[in-house]
């Protein structure tokens, strides 16, 4: 299959070149021969743009949008997704405890603030 992608983005690289720079790398070339070949191929894909990333799949959202790391990220992204402006104040641990004697989850891992000043 023709990658189009590289006609508007140059930067996207062919198989070869990929495996070029994998080859020449002994660390490189020890990692990717490590995988599984499904593995392998969906990599070569993401690098040579025959398949985006997934980018919904939890461990890629979370690094995406963490807000440890990304926090005006998060903000502009909450903001747009609930119409209000947010802004992040705290990251609460989220190791999966219970609240209180309650039985209930602590599922809610950041602390936002709303422009009115009210908390979620």
Do not use: H
């Not at 070029?20 to 392998?40: M, Y």
């Not at 894909?45 to 963490?66: A, P």
């Not at 502009?76 to 190791?95: A, D, H, T, W, Y």
């Amino acid at each position: 299959m023709e990658n189009r992608l590289r006609n508007y983005f140059p930067l996207i690289r062919e198989r070869k070149e990929v495996l070029k720079e994998i080859g020449e790398s002994s660390g490189l070339k020890a990692l990717f021969q490590s995988w599984t070949p499904e593995r392998q191929e969906e990599f070569l894909d993401f690098c040579t743009g025959m398949k985006g990333v997934k980018i919904l799949y939890d461990s890629f959202f979370k690094e995406i949008m963490s807000p440890e790391y990304t926090p005006g990220r998060l903000n502009c992204f909450l903001s747009l997704l609930l119409g209000k402006k947010v802004v992040i104040r705290q990251v609460l641990p989220n190791e999966g405890g219970r609240i209180a004697d309650e039985n209930t989850l602590l599922v809610t891992d950041i602390l936002v603030e709303f422009e009115d000043g009210s908390l979620a």
